[in-house]
């Protein structure tokens, strides 16, 4: 600050008059480049020696000509620093027009300054270089404290900062630190030059990414709209055969629906914790799918994930459906420990007009396990058992009227009273008719328990003894909950 220039006048001013030598001041720690507090020394010319050199042009008294000279040097050189950096965006601006890609940015920048470059992403994975560099990652464990002051500075107010031998950038991308761009001289000092060349590469590296980010999106969103097109009740089947064969979609093989459910309210969805969630899914299966050789189809709504999965890509992945998804939920958790994640995966689909049911059938597994196997993220089509019978029923009210002939007593008993009546003989069945596991379950006493269990008999007349009955009874019981009649 121009304040501390005058301080250290009047240091120097006052030292020399006293000792009757030449004494100058020089600030060597400063508060605002991340030290403790300011910290001036002062010395005479002799002691300074080849250090102060450079200075001692500002103590010289000046003729109004001299000073002339030194502004028209001043401008001249900052004017060949403005034709040098107009040059380079001219350079830069080809090669984002000409769709060359970050390497093509980081050779002209490195040839124009004759210094490396290199461009990382915000996880520090180099993206382009120019020369032999070490990583950002390597930087960051070898600074000071001062140093490492400095460089969270770099993120925090996003601007240019030097460290060592190295000038850093951040690359800002819808208003995110989506990367960083640095250079490194072996020898001498960073200049003007080499400052706002830095920043004009970081601006174009920016609008490379959201040109390739932009690109990217536009072609998930084409594959996404074909996807839901697939999962419709009635389909133009010659339509979409072509639409699959024309971006590589094999139709000899069979697929399996994934469907991941976001579990929060739809305000906290449209949120950049949400966003991150849903492209950390998406990213994850569709560079699997990549690698071994398959094209992924994969669409997104605000609350949810869903693609189509090849059979064949788990003989390659040597996995089991079931634990590739459970991969999957972990690495999501990663990105958000807040919001829960359910997968539902559907039976296999052999023809086009599959996949709506293989659909509906991964909505299901999601529903149902929020009801009966609330511990669990990932859940088949093929372990619903019995209630995927139910689900896949053409005729619900029939279920419903049977029913309600079996239990409706108890269910209408339970809504006048307020009890938990039928939520009591779901328990009792779920722990196999086991007094005391449903006492436990249900935090009731055992007497409480038998209670429920005799009000249960007189007001249904119904006899658990009947293994017949106890089948009624239970397929009774799972369809209200599938109905949502009976919340667990």
């Known amino acids: 600050p121009h304040k501390f220039y005058i301080l250290i006048g009047y240091a120097g001013g006052y030292a020399t008059e006293f000792m009757g030598k030449k004494v100058i001041f020089k600030e060597t720690e ?16 002799e002691e300074w020696g080849e250090e102060i050199r450079p200075e001692l042009a500002l103590y010289e008294e000046q003729t109004l000509a001299d000073e002339l000279d030194v502004a028209y040097t001043r401008i001249e050189r900052q004017t060949e620093i403005l034709k040098q950096g107009y040059r380079l965006s ?26 490396k470059v290199n461009i990382v992403d915000s996880a520090y994975q180099r993206l382009a270089a120019y020369g032999e560099f070490e990583t950002v990652e390597a ?8 140093e490492k002051d400095i ?10 900062v030097e460290i ?10 819808r208003n995110r630190v989506s990367g960083f761009v640095s250079i490194t001289k072996e020898k001498g000092v960073f200049g003007d030059l080499e400052t706002v060349s830095l920043e004009r590469t970081a601006t174009v590296c920016a609008i ?10 536009t072609e998930q969103r084409s594959k996404g709209e074909l996807l839901d097109e697939l999962l419709l009740e009635e389909i133009d089947t010659a339509q979409i055969t072509r639409r699959m064969a024309y971006y590589g979609y094999g139709m000899n093989t069979a697929y399996h629906v994934f469907m991941f459910q976001l579990d929060k309210s739809c305000e906290e969805m449209q949120g950049e914790e949400a966003i991150d969630l849903r492209k950390k899914i998406i990213t994850h299966l569709s560079e699997d799918l990549e690698r071994a050789g398959f094209k992924a189809l994969v669409s997104a709504r605000i609350d949810r994930v869903y693609a189509l999965v090849p059979e064949k890509f788990f003989e390659i992945k040597k996995q089991k459906v079931k634990e590739y998804g459970r991969l999957i939920i972990d690495s999501s958790s990663e990105v958000s420990q807040q919001t829960k994640v359910i997968l539902g995966i559907s039976s296999l689909c052999t023809d086009l007009t599959r996949f709506a049911r293989g659909y509906q059938e991964a909505q299901k597994a999601i529903e149902i396990a929020g009801v009966k196997w609330k511990e669990q993220r990932v859940i088949l089509a093929s372990e619903l058992g019995h209630l995927g019978i139910l689900l896949n029923a053409r005729n619900p009210e029939e279920l419903e009227s049977f029913a309600r002939n079996k239990l409706g007593i108890l269910y209408d008993y339970d809504q006048k009273n307020d009890s938990e009546l039928l939520k009591t003989l779901y328990f009792y069945i779920e722990n196999e008719f086991n007094l005391h596991k449903t006492a436990r379950e249900m935090n009731v ?5 038998r209670y429920r269990l005799r009000r249960i008999q007189e007001v249904s007349e119904i006899d658990l003894n009947l293994s017949s009955t106890r089948f009624e009874v239970q397929l009774a019981i799972e369809i209200f909950v599938v109905m949502g009649l009976l919340m667990i």
């Open 151 to 160: 460089f969270k500075r770099l993120h925090e107010e996003r601007c240019t």
């Open 90 to 115: 001219q350079k830069l601006t080809q090669i984002v027009l000409q769709g060359k890609g970050l390497d093509a940015v980081a050779k002209v920048l490195g040839e124009t300054l004759q210094c």
């Open 139 to 146: 930087l960051t464990e070898s600074l000071t404290n001062k």
């Open 30 to 45: 400063c508060a605002a480049t991340g030290d403790n507090h300011c910290r001036f020394v002062g010395k005479t010319v």
């Open 164 to 173: 060592g031998n190295r000038l850093i950038t951040p690359v800002v991308l």
């Open 208 to 217: 490379q990414m959201l040109n390739e980010q932009t690109a990217i999106e």
């Open 445 to 449: 006493s055992i007497s409480g328990m």
